[in-house]
């Protein structure tokens, strides 16, 4: 045994003597994959399933990558994904007007084998966490009263709520699959280009939310604000509450409204990112 763990130091070491260090930024944009229902969308007469991967959006990452000889090595990703906007919820009826969407605002970090088929051709793959950050869910809605309520409230038919909030929703400790195919360009001996297709295999499963902002204000029909700040986050209406959890299971009285039932989201994406390597001098091997 000892034999054995002295010679994978000696074949590690041997490996490292010939060893190449590189640090890489990019930028690129990324589609949404194997998409989920994440909503509806709602009008007088149909109702539709909305769709989506809150993986789509803007990235950007930094990477640093050692190669122990001239093909293989291992990479080691940070990166923040700037999600494009995701439709959860949109109501278009004649009393009540909806629009939902969400966001990812998230942190990453990848480890990775990688492989260099030529020069400039490459691939790389390997594991997938999200380690920071939230899906941000942005809400507006307009309620018309009804005439009892106009009365009770002593306000002129066709008055109506309008409520803005802001709900964040973070997920337990995910683990996902990457994978990317890649060309570099070399310029010099220390700087290259390249371009590269990158797949992303991950959901998260929600833990908690919290809205972090509300506000209601009750408006007259001609758009004038009767009441400003009739509900707020210190004040919120039936319903709502500031922080909920997600489980997996509820008994059938529940009447905790933080208590709600888990589900898992997408975060899966196709993409192109375009970026810059710096690669160190080879280390020589030593006698």
């Known amino acids: ?11 590690l070491f041997s490996a490292m003597s010939y060893g190449q260090f590189q640090i890489s930024a990019s930028t690129g944009y990324a589609i949404g994959s194997a998409e989920m229902k994440l909503g509806e969308k709602a009008n007088a007469s149909t109702t539709e399933n909305s769709y989506g991967s809150y993986g789509e959006g803007l990235n950007f990452q930094l990477r640093g ?49 990688v492989y260099k088929f030529t020069n400039n051709l490459y691939g790389r793959f390997g594991a997938l966490i999200k380690v920071g950050g939230k899906t941000e869910a942005v809400v507006h809605q307009t309620s018309v009263f009804s005439d009892p309520e106009t009365e009770a409230l002593g306000l002129p038919s066709g008055s109506y709520s309008e409520t803005n909030y802001v709900e964040d929703f973070h997920g337990k400790f995910p683990l996902g699959f990457v994978g990317a195919l890649g060309y570099r360009f070399e310029l010099n001996s220390n700087f290259s280009l390249f371009a590269e297709a990158e797949y992303y295999g991950i959901s998260l499963k929600r833990k908690d939310s919290e809205i972090t902002e509300f506000n209601t204000n009750i408006v007259l029909p001609n758009g004038d604000v009767a009441v400003e700040g009739f509900y707020n986050l210190d004040n919120l209406p039936e319903g709502y509450v500031k922080k909920s959890t997600y489980v997996d299971e509820l008994p ?36």
Not at 4 to 11: A, E, N, Q
């Open 1 to 11: 045994m000892k034999k054995l763990t002295f010679l994978g130091i000696g074949l």
């Open 65 to 113: 990558t050692y190669f122990f000889n001239d093909n293989f090595g291992a990479d080691l990703g940070f990166g923040y994904l700037h999600g494009a906007d995701q439709t959860v919820s949109k109501v278009d009826l004649p009393n009540q007007q909806i629009e939902a969407i969400a966001r990812a605002r998230a942190y990453g970090a990848s480890l990775s084998l």
């Open 252 to 287: 059938n009285n529940n009447t905790d409204p933080s208590k709600k039932l888990s589900q898992k989201v997408p975060y899966s994406s196709f993409g192109i990112n375009f970026g810059v390597t710096y690669t160190f001098k080879k280390s020589e091997k030593t006698m």
